[in-house]
């Protein structure tokens, strides 16, 4: 869990939300994206919401910080989703 927490502040510090929901796949509008989870046609209005390290879906009800929204995106486990952040995060300093 203390291994999650640390992914989650590096993540929002580093403001790269909007980058980690591209390199997710999230396909944005405005100020919003398509929730991966009710909207994965990506019609219609976006429904969710990233900000300072977590997300909220209006439409599902959808919600946690980006560990949660990397499992939903792709479907995948705790342990997968908080890698493939490590591995984001690392990158992000070069
Ligand atoms: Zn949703």
Redesign the pocket.
Known sequence: MEERREVDIQVSRSRAVDRLAANLGLKKMGTHFF?P???PTARGIP??VIKEGSFQ?F??G?EGDVVGLVKLAWGCDLETAIAWLEKETASEKN
């Open positions: 929730c989870g009710c909207q429904e969710l879906s439409r599902c959808a």
